[in-house]
């Protein structure tokens, strides 16, 4: 290895050295092996990678720069119910995370670690979340025994020394220590320490459990910083919106998942739209804090994008499958006799054989999929061709639209706005989404995901609720607040809205909406687009009464929703701001 990619310590922090030097003599690792970030030691870790056969190298000429993982088929997602916040008092953690005492739960991880990566090499992977020198930015560091963590994090984050730059002499970073273990699902935990600003992940190798920067610091230890530092710490993609004559809008957008967030983020605007742009500055985390002009300011703390990839093509995300092209490592994807990926929705031809996500031999007569459901791609947010300049901003950029949207059938209107921050807050907290077949409890049933951050937000989510509330204090322009729902369906099954692409003449009501150009009606829900405010011209078979039916508002289908809404509202009632029970009552009366 040359000087650049030698492995050796690249730092003289002295907290960091301390705390490095203590994991070594708990986990025994054979060597440390401490990532600078540079392009040459991403090479020879690649070639590393290869050699074991951690990676796969496909074929060059077809995927130039990519690589293929296949995990433990008992690792290929996120485990909930592994997933522990631990604070002093369970109070904080709240009813709707998994809770031990910090004091127990260090002991028992300990005891896991300990002389668990004899033999192996132990990985320090210094990172950024966040553009270099925004106020905004944290460092984390992760110790960690995978080579192919240690090469993701580099694609997820802006990784290596930029970090330790970044943090100087401060001891006020993230510590982060993943040991696989045997990938047994009896000793997995992902345990967040907020207090300690610090996670332990064990026994597990997949990327929403071990890749800390992501889901771990961005989202469960971020809240928690949020709410002490009068931030927002949120699951939101951000995007650029571009009119012909050059005018820039920015909005944030939480969605659960299976509701389209990545394809919204690289959305590209139907014909209609001519000389319209969407970039994309974020595809899945926001950070968010009030600026001095009293506009809310956003950075996506991320470099990379971590996509599941079953079902992306070229009609439903055309620019995610050119970012993929390239420098990308897919896991758990079917792998074709000629080294090239494929999955179920791919465009082209079905392979008449290949192997599946677990190795064996796949044919299209065969009944399990041949790619996991849950397979994703790592790329690097550098190649999206849709990026926006402003990704790399330390300062954010302003946002002027909040959305919240989940998957309803029926019940919820293609569009509507909140009438005021309180009342926006209360619609982004009572989102849900309609389960699939295959989710516990089954078909049609929703599930609540108050601002898509029920299973990221690291302290009591009635607490959550209050900071959103409080957070209007500090923002003298606030954002807009819009629901959105694409997934209406007919009578017949059949989905009303065509989708896609389409789903930029809702975004154009919203940005008209948020610089005062079009009407509205004020609807129970909220305000609703006047008629012939919303451009349909271009949509085939697309008729003033199908735009009837996707903003009806029925009255005993909202009573329901209202008495829904009470099994989440009614578990964190002792920390419900009475603010939210009273925009309830408000849309009961407005029903009635």
Same mark, same amino acid.
């Given at each position: 290895?040359?000087?650049?990619?030698?492995?050796?310590?690249?730092?003289?922090?002295?907290?960091?050295?301390?705390?490095?030097?203590?994991?070594?003599?708990?986990?025994?690792?054979?060597?440390?092996?401490?990532?600078?970030?540079?392009?040459?030691?991403?090479?020879?870790?690649?070639?590393?990678?290869?050699?074991?056969?951690?990676?796969?190298?496909?074929?060059?000429?077809?995927?130039?720069?990519?690589?293929?993982? *296949?995990?433990?088929?008992?690792?290929?997602?996120?485990?909930?119910?592994?997933?522990?916040?631990?604070?002093?008092?369970?109070?904080?953690?709240?009813?709707?995370?998994?809770?031990?005492?910090?004091?127990?739960?260090?002991?028992?991880?300990?005891? @896991?670690?300990?002389?668990?990566?004899?033999?192996?090499?132990?990985?320090?992977?210094?990172?950024?979340?966040?553009?270099?020198?925004?106020?905004?930015?944290?460092?984390?560091?992760?110790?960690?025994?995978?080579?192919?963590?240690?090469?993701?994090?580099?694609?997820?984050?802006?990784?290596?020394?930029?970090?330790?730059?970044?943090?100087?002499?401060?001891?006020?970073?993230?510590?982060?220590? #993943?040991?696989?273990?045997?990938?047994?699902?009896?000793?997995? @935990?992902?345990?967040?320490?907020?207090?300690?600003?610090?996670?332990?992940?064990?026994?597990?190798? &997949?990327?929403?459990?071990?890749?800390?920067?992501?889901?771990?610091?961005?989202?469960?230890?971020?809240?928690?910083?949020?709410?002490?530092?009068?931030?927002?710490?949120?699951?939101?993609?951000?995007?650029?919106?571009?009119?012909?004559?050059?005018?820039?809008? &920015?909005?944030?957008?939480?969605?659960?998942?299976?509701?389209?967030?990545?394809?919204?983020?690289?959305?590209?605007?139907?014909? +209609?739209?001519?000389?319209?742009?969407?970039?994309?500055?974020?595809?899945?985390?926001?950070?968010?804090?009030?600026?001095?002009?009293?506009?809310?300011?956003?950075?996506?703390?991320?470099?990379?994008?971590?996509?599941?990839?079953?079902?992306?093509?070229?009609?439903?995300?055309?620019?995610?499958?050119?970012?993929?092209?390239?420098?990308?490592?897919?896991?758990?994807?079917?792998?074709?006799?000629?080294?090239?990926?494929?999955?179920?929705?791919?465009?082209?031809?079905?392979?008449?054989?290949?192997?599946?996500?677990?190795?064996?031999?796949?044919?299209?007569?065969?009944?399990?999929?041949?790619? #996991?459901?849950?397979? +994703?791609?790592?790329?690097?947010?550098?190649?999206?061709?849709?990026?926006?300049?402003?990704?790399?901003? %330390?300062?954010?950029?302003?946002?002027?639209?909040?959305?919240?949207?989940?998957? +309803?059938?029926?019940?919820?209107?293609?569009? &509507?706005?909140?009438?005021?921050?309180?009342?926006?807050? &209360?619609?982004?907290?009572?989102?849900?989404?309609?389960?699939?077949?295959?989710?516990?409890?089954?078909?049609?049933?929703?599930?609540?995901?108050?601002?898509?951050?029920?299973?990221?937000?690291? @302290?009591?989510?009635?607490?959550?609720? *209050?900071?959103?509330?409080?957070?209007?204090?500090?923002?003298?322009?606030?954002?807009?607040?819009?629901?959105?729902?694409?997934? +209406?369906?007919?009578?017949?099954?059949?989905?009303?809205?065509?989708?896609?692409?389409?789903?930029?003449?809702?975004?154009?009501?919203?940005?008209?909406?948020?610089?005062? *150009?079009?009407?509205?009606?004020?609807?129970?829900?909220?305000?609703?687009?006047?008629?012939?405010?919303?451009?349909?011209?271009?949509?085939?078979?697309?008729? %003033?009464?199908?735009?009837?039916?996707?903003?009806?508002?029925?009255?005993?289908?909202? #009573?329901?929703?209202?008495?829904?809404?009470?099994?989440?509202?009614?578990?964190?009632?002792? #920390?419900?701001?009475?603010?939210?029970?009273?925009?309830?009552?408000?849309?009961?009366?407005?029903?009635?």
């Amino acid at each position: 290895m040359t000087k650049e990619s030698s492995g050796k310590c690249n730092t003289t922090n002295k907290a960091v050295l301390v705390w490095v030097a203590e994991m070594v003599k708990l986990c025994q690792p054979k060597h440390v092996f401490w990532c600078n970030g540079s392009k040459t030691e991403r090479k020879a870790l690649t070639a590393e990678a290869v050699e074991k056969g951690i990676l796969i190298k496909l074929n060059q000429k077809k995927l130039p720069g990519c690589y293929y993982h *296949r995990s433990n088929p008992n690792d290929v997602a996120r485990v909930e119910q592994a997933t522990f916040i631990c604070t002093v008092d369970q109070e904080e953690a709240g009813p709707t995370n998994n809770w031990m005492a910090p004091k127990e739960m260090y002991q028992k991880l300990r005891g @896991y670690c300990s002389g668990a990566m004899r033999g192996r090499t132990m990985y320090v992977v210094p990172y950024l979340m966040g553009p270099p020198g925004s106020p905004l930015a944290k460092v984390g560091v992760e110790l960690t025994d995978s080579l192919y963590v240690a090469l993701s994090m580099g694609i997820m984050t802006r990784m290596g020394n930029i970090a330790f730059q970044q943090l100087g002499d401060s001891d006020e970073f993230n510590r982060g220590l #993943h040991c696989m273990l045997d990938v047994n699902p009896e000793r997995r @935990y992902i345990a967040h320490f907020p207090e300690d600003n610090a996670i332990i992940s064990v026994g597990s190798n &997949y990327g929403g459990n071990v890749l800390l920067g992501k889901k771990c610091l961005a989202l469960r230890i971020g809240s928690y910083l949020g709410r002490q530092e009068g931030w927002l710490a949120e699951h939101m993609l951000i995007l650029r919106i571009q009119s012909p004559s050059g005018e820039k809008t &920015y909005i944030a957008a939480a969605f659960p998942s299976a509701c389209g967030k990545t394809n919204f983020a690289m959305m590209i605007p139907p014909p +209609r739209f001519k000389g319209w742009k969407i970039s994309t500055i974020g595809d899945d985390i926001a950070w968010m804090k009030p600026g001095l002009d009293g506009r809310l300011y956003a950075i996506n703390p991320e470099a990379g994008c971590f996509g599941v990839v079953p079902g992306t093509n070229s009609k439903s995300n055309p620019n995610a499958m050119k970012m993929i092209s390239r420098d990308t490592i897919f896991t758990n994807v079917a792998l074709t006799q000629d080294l090239d990926v494929w999955w179920e929705g791919k465009d082209g031809p079905v392979p008449r054989e290949c192997l599946d996500w677990r190795g064996n031999k796949w044919t299209p007569a065969s009944k399990e999929k041949a790619a #996991h459901p849950n397979s +994703r791609f790592t790329a690097p947010m550098s190649i999206n061709p849709v990026l926006a300049e402003e990704a790399n901003d %330390p300062q954010g950029v302003p946002i002027s639209a909040i959305i919240f949207g989940g998957r +309803r059938s029926d019940t919820v209107p293609l569009v &509507y706005q909140a009438f005021n921050w309180v009342h926006g807050v &209360y619609v982004g907290a009572t989102m849900g989404s309609e389960m699939t077949a295959a989710a516990v409890g089954g078909a049609g049933q929703v599930r609540r995901d108050p601002m898509a951050m029920l299973p990221f937000c690291g @302290y009591h989510m009635g607490d959550y609720f *209050r900071h959103w509330i409080n957070m209007h204090k500090s923002i003298k322009h606030p954002p807009r607040i819009f629901n959105v729902n694409w997934f +209406r369906k007919n009578e017949t099954g059949n989905f009303i809205w065509p989708g896609f692409g389409e789903n930029m003449r809702v975004l154009k009501w919203i940005v008209d909406r948020c610089h005062a *150009r079009t009407d509205a009606v004020e609807s129970p829900l909220g305000w609703v687009p006047g008629a012939g405010a919303l451009d349909l011209e271009g949509i085939p078979d697309f008729s %003033p009464q199908k735009l009837e039916a996707l903003q009806m508002v029925k009255d005993a289908e909202w #009573h329901r929703e209202l008495l829904m809404q009470d099994e989440l509202f009614m578990k964190l009632y002792s #920390h419900l701001p009475k603010e939210l029970i009273f925009q309830r009552e408000l849309l009961k009366a407005r029903l009635q």
